[in-house]
């Protein structure tokens, strides 16, 4: 059972245009939510995150946005540039401690 | 600062060898996490870890694998007698009390041949 899916295995963008990462949850607790991005054979990278008390977090050109009665969040990059390109995960917590992830999304920004 | 540090980066064993992973948290972090990549998958959650403190091991398979972070050095991830299903990138990931974010390292990757 996947508690937290990224139903999009790829995402293409042009340039300066809008970037929408999407990840659905299904466990109700969880009550911290982190985006990483990843290049290949590096770590993740936390991106922004954002408590199940707020629906809005933005940092720069990254929003992330949720949706508790759907369960949904979403990252919103804007613009898009081409050094955005990688991998995309959602995570979720229940307090402190381990980090559920989905299984990501690979975005690429084409100049 | 430095960031989370793991070594080896590559580290590659013959089937039914032992394999030791590495892992130093960021300063001022006492959390340590452990996470398994398969190729083509997302990060799967193995252990979570303070100073000689096994707190959450759900993720860790039953057999040949354990965990540990002394009192002092480094958090050790040990694969006993290894098989080809272990090749994956190994991720530790560090944390502050109280904090959910975490930070990862560069992860190691582990091949069985």
């Known amino acids: 059972d996947q508690q937290v899916k990224q139903n999009s295995p790829s995402l293409s963008v042009q340039e300066g245009r809008i970037s929408i990462l999407n990840c659905d949850y299904t466990?109700?607790?969880?009550?911290?939510f982190l985006w990483y991005k990843k290049y290949p054979a590096e770590g993740p990278t936390f991106l922004i995150s954002?408590?199940?008390?707020?629906d809005k977090n933005e940092d720069g050109r990254f929003t992330v946005f949720l949706n508790k009665s759907a369960k949904h969040l979403s990252l919103h990059i804007v613009p898009s540039q081409p050094g955005d390109s990688a991998v995309y995960f959602c995570?979720?917590?229940?307090?402190?401690?381990?980090?559920?992830f989905g299984d990501g999304t690979t975005l690429t920004v084409k100049p | 600062n430095a960031g989370v540090m793991q070594n080896p980066r590559h580290l590659v064993r013959r089937r039914g060898q032992e394999a030791r992973l590495r892992c130093s948290p960021m300063?001022?972090?006492?959390?340590v996490y452990w996470y398994r990549q398969l190729p083509e998958e997302g990060l799967k959650f193995m252990v979570y870890?303070?100073?000689?403190?096994?707190?959450?091991e759900s993720g860790m398979p039953k057999e040949r694998f354990s965990a540990e972070f002394p009192k002092e050095g480094p958090s050790i991830l040990r694969i006993q007698q290894v098989v080809r299903g272990d090749s994956a990138a190994y991720f530790c990931?560090?944390?502050?009390?109280?904090?959910?974010?975490?930070?990862f390292g560069p992860g190691t990757r582990l091949t069985v041949l």
């Open positions: 954002i408590s199940s008390i707020k």
């Open positions: 300063k001022g972090h006492s959390h």
């Open positions: 995570a979720a917590s229940v307090c402190a401690g381990k980090s559920t």
């Open positions: 466990n109700s607790m969880f009550d911290y």
């Open positions: 990931a560090s944390s502050t009390e109280g904090t959910d974010t975490q930070y």
């Open positions: 870890l303070q100073k000689e403190n096994i707190i959450d």
